[in-house]
C-alpha cells in the first residue's frame, strides 16, 4: 500500500513537471508589447568615418619667377580674394629697364629692315634696266651679270633682316613675360591661408617659382570615406550618403559616392577603401578641410514593405519566428525577413498588414548601448 502511494506521488510530480515545462515553452515569447503589423519605408546602410578634404586645384601655391623687392603686399591671411586680383607687386625697374630696350632693338632692326629693302629695289630695278639694255645691245654682258650679283645680295640682306626683326621681337616677347612676373594675381577665387613673404622683403629666383601666397577655394571641398574592407563590396558610385560633424551636430549633410579608389589603407592592421564624395559648394561653405564626418552610407532603401520592429525576429530551430497574437492565444509563425534597418524590419512573406505579433521584453542588460549622438531624422 505504501509503495503504491510513492509511485502515485512520483507519478503525480512528473506530471505536474512535464505540465510545467509544457506551459512555459508554450507561453515563450508570450510577454511583451502588442506591435500591429504595417507598412513603412526600411533603409539598409552602413555607418563609416570620413574626414573633409580639399579637392584636387581647391589649394592653390602662387608664386614668381622674378627677383626682386616686395613693392606691394595687398592681401593677409584670412583675406578674401577673387579671381584675377592684382595680390603683389614686386620691384620691376630693372625689367622694365630691359623690356625698353627690347623694344629699341626692335625698331632699330626695323629701320635697318628698311634700309635694305630700298637697296633691294634699286638693285632690283637696275637689274631689270641692265636687262633692257643689253637687248638693245647699249650695255654689256658684264654690267648685267654685276647688276644681278648686286641684287641676289640685296635679296640675302632683307631675308638676314627679317630674321633679326624676328629675333628681336622674340626676345621682346620675354621680356615681356619677365615683367609680367612682377605682377601676380590671384588664380582663382578664395581665401588666403598662408602668406610667406612682407613687403620690403626680397625675393630671389631660382630653378622654381617662389611660392609667396596660397589660396584656397572653399566651396572645392570632398569628403574621404574610409569604408572597411568588410564593407566595401556593397559600396557602388552613386549611393546616396548622409553625414554629419561635430562642429553641427543638428544638421544633415547629404551627396553621393563619387568614385572609389582601388589602391587600400592600412590602418592599425585594419583595410580600409576610400569612397570620395563630392561636396555640394553650398555645404562647402559651412565645412572645413580636416573635420572628421560621421557617415552613413545607403545601401538599399524600400518603400511601403510590411515591417515589424527588429526585437519581434527571433532565430529558434533554424527558423526566423515572430510570435503572432490572434484570438487571445501567441504561437510562434516562420517568416521571411528582408532589408532592417535601425528600427524595423521587412517581411518578405510570412505576415500581412494588420497582424499583431508580441515584441519579447527586453531585459535592462539586454538593451543595446545608446547610439552615438547626431542630427535627429
Not at 94 to 119: F, I, P, S, T
Not at 131 to 146: C, G, I, M, N
Request: proline share 4%; with cysteine.
Amino acid at each position: 500500500m505504501k509503495k503504491k502511494i510513492i509511485y502515485g506521488v512520483i507519478a503525480l510530480c512528473v506530471i505536474l513537471l512535464v505540465v510545467f515545462l509544457v506551459t512555459r515553452k508554450g507561453s515563450k515569447g508570450k510577454a511583451g508589447e502588442v506591435f500591429t503589423v504595417k507598412r513603412a519605408s526600411v533603409t539598409y546602410s552602413t555607418e563609416q568615418t570620413g574626414i573633409i578634404k580639399a579637392q584636387v586645384g581647391a589649394i592653390v601655391k602662387v608664386g614668381t619667377r622674378a627677383t626682386g623687392a616686395v613693392n606691394k603686399l595687398r592681401f593677409q591671411v584670412g583675406d578674401y580674394v577673387k579671381k584675377g586680383d592684382l595680390i603683389v607687386e614686386i620691384d620691376d625697374r630693372e625689367v622694365l629697364a630691359n623690356l625698353r630696350n627690347a623694344e629699341a632693338a626692335v625698331e632699330g632692326q626695323r629701320r635697318d629692315l628698311d634700309a635694305k629693302n630700298a637697296q633691294n629695289l634699286y638693285n632690283k630695278t637696275n637689274y631689270e634696266r641692265e636687262q633692257r639694255l643689253l637687248a638693245k645691245e647699249y650695255t654689256t654682258k658684264d654690267s648685267v651679270e654685276k647688276a644681278r650679283r648686286e641684287l641676289d645680295v640685296s635679296r640675302a640682306q632683307v631675308e638676314l633682316g627679317k630674321a633679326k626683326v624676328r629675333e628681336a621681337q622674340e626676345k621682346l616677347k620675354a621680356m615681356k613675360v619677365s615683367y609680367s612676373y612682377t605682377k601676380i594675381y590671384a588664380p582663382i577665387s578664395g581665401y588666403i591661408s598662408a602668406v610667406a613673404t612682407q613687403e620690403g622683403e626680397t625675393v630671389v629666383s631660382g630653378l622654381s617659382a617662389s611660392t609667396l601666397i596660397t589660396v584656397i577655394d572653399p566651396a572645392k571641398l570632398e569628403m574621404w570615406i574610409y569604408v572597411d574592407e568588410t564593407d566595401i563590396g556593397r559600396v557602388k558610385p552613386g549611393l546616396k550618403v548622409e553625414y554629419w560633424v561635430d562642429a553641427y551636430r543638428e544638421k544633415m549633410f547629404s551627396g553621393k559616392v563619387d568614385r572609389i579608389y582601388p589602391q587600400p589603407e592600412i590602418k592599425e592592421n585594419i583595410v580600409y577603401y576610400l569612397a570620395i564624395v563630392k561636396i555640394d559648394p553650398n555645404d562647402a561653405l559651412a565645412l572645413k578641410p580636416e573635420m572628421t564626418s560621421h557617415v552613413r552610407i545607403i545601401i538599399e532603401e524600400k518603400p511601403n514593405v510590411i515591417v515589424v520592429p527588429n526585437g519581434a525576429i527571433r532565430f529558434e530551430d533554424k527558423k526566423n519566428v515572430v510570435y503572432v497574437k490572434s484570438k487571445g492565444k501567441t504561437g510562434p509563425r516562420e517568416v521571411t525577413p528582408g532589408v532592417r534597418d535601425e528600427k524595423f524590419t521587412e517581411i518578405i512573406s510570412g505576415l500581412a498588414e494588420g497582424e499583431q505579433v508580441v515584441i519579447p521584453s527586453v531585459t535592462p542588460s539586454a538593451k543595446k548601448p545608446a547610439a552615438t549622438p547626431g542630427p535627429k531624422k
